[in-house]
C-alpha cells in the first residue's frame, strides 16, 4: 500500500484489476470511500460500504494486492417508485497494492454496520527493531 | 456558507467587467460551484448542515420511505424529527483513532422536504446494515362521499 496509491487512487486503476479476473469488467463498480492507518504493528483499513451485508462481501487478498467487492444486500421492494436518488446500486470495489510487507495470514476483518475494518499485520521483516548498543 | 458571502456582492455579477477585475478567476468559479449545488439540493438540503450523507426517496401506495447511507452509526446517535413537513436526521459517528489517540466524531444531519400527508405520529425507522430507512405512513384519502338522492 503504497503513499503514492493513496494520494492518487487512479494509480490502483485497471491494470491491476485486469490480472485478477481476465475478464474484462463489464459491470461499473463503485469505489467506496475508505481510510488507512498506520501502526507500528499493522496496518488499519477501513472502508465504508453501506447497504452490504456480510454474505455480499468478497475478501481477497493475494499477488500484493487487496480486493474488496461488495454487492449491495437491498433492492427496492415491488410497488416502490424512486422519486429522489443520490446513492448507486453498483456494487463496490476497492483494489489495493502493497509491497509484500504485509502478513497475509494474519489479516483480520470485521464488518459491522456498513463498515468494514480491516488489520493488516506488517510482517516480522519491516516491524521496527531496537536494537541495543553496547 | 462561504458561497453566500459571493452572492451578497451583487455589485461585480452585474458590471462583470468590474468583477473581473477585483475577483480571481478560481473565487468566481467556487462562487459558481456553490449557486449549483445550492440550486440542484434547493428544497432538499437544509443550509444549517455541514456534513452531509446520500439520501434516496422512494413511494408506494402506502408510504413514502426516506433511505439514507449512514455507516458505522450506533443506533442510539441517530435522531430522527418531523418538522413543519421536513424529516430531518442528525447522526453522529464515533471512531477509534490509532491507539492512544483517542475518539473521533463526525456528525451528519440532512433535512428533507417530505409531502403533506404524513401521518407524523407514525413514522418509523430502521437501521441495517448501515442504512436508514424511515418510513412515513400516508394519511388516508378521505373518500368522495357518494350520496343517492331518490327522487320522488
Redesign the interface.
Known sequence: MSLLQNLDPTLAGSPARCECDCTPNAEPTVRPRHEVSETDEAWGLQVYLPGVAKDGLEFTAEDGQIVIRGRRDWKSPDGWTALYRESADAPYELVLRHDQTIDVEKIHAELKDGVLRVSLPKSAAVKPRQITVN | MRSMIHYTNLGSRLLPAFGFADRSPIVRLEGDFGRWFETALAG?AAPACDNHF????????DN??V?A?????NRDDIKVEMVDGFLTINASRK?Q???GKGEESFSFCRSVSVPENVQSEKVGAA?????LTVTLPKQEETKPKKITVAVK
Open positions: 432538499l446520500p439520501v434516496d426517496v422512494y413511494e408506494d401506495k413514502t420511505y433511505r447511507e449512514l455507516p458505522g452509526v471512531s483513532v490509532a491507539e437501521y441495517e446494515n448501515g442504512v
